[in-house]
Nanobody, 118 residues
Framework: VQLQASGGGLVQPGGSLRLSCAASGSILGINAMGWYRQAPGNQRDLVALIRSDGSTNTAASVKDRFTISRDNAKNTVYLQMNSLKPEDTAVYYC?????????????WGQGTQVTVSS
């Protein structure tokens, strides 16, 4: 499984960005895709995750501002980020969880930098 993330950049506080992550390769069995973020000196934390049944988990700190969605036909997951704050600044990583013969395999995309600053 290969993950190609895009959409990061520099945005002013209050602005919006949309991240995209496209999965390719042996994608059969991917049952969840999501976004994590890591700021300097911090651990990598879950931002939002969406499962194949459409259910989602979203971090409390972004729940009212970020929305995760997926396009199954394009094997792509999106993260719409609104009302961005400086504390949202981080490298954002896409993740895919694949089930195969009873085991979960995690795949990570390259990070995309999101910087919120005036």
């Amino acid at each position: 499984v290969q993950l190609q993330a895009s959409g990061g950049g520099l945005v002013q506080p209050g602005g919006s960005l949309r991240l995209s992550c496209a999965a390719s390769g042996s994608i059969l069995g991917i049952n969840a895709m999501g976004w994590y973020r890591q700021a300097p000196g911090n651990q990598r934390d879950l931002v939002a995750l969406i499962r194949s049944d459409g259910s989602t988990n979203t971090a409390a700190s972004v729940k009212d501002r970020f929305t995760i969605s997926r396009d199954n036909a394009k094997n792509t997951v999106y993260l719409q980020m609104n009302s961005l704050k400086p504390e949202d600044t981080a490298v954002y990583y896409c993740k895919a969880e694949q089930l195969y013969r009873g085991h979960q395999y995690d795949y990570w995309g390259q990070g995309t930098q999101v910087t919120v600053s005036s």
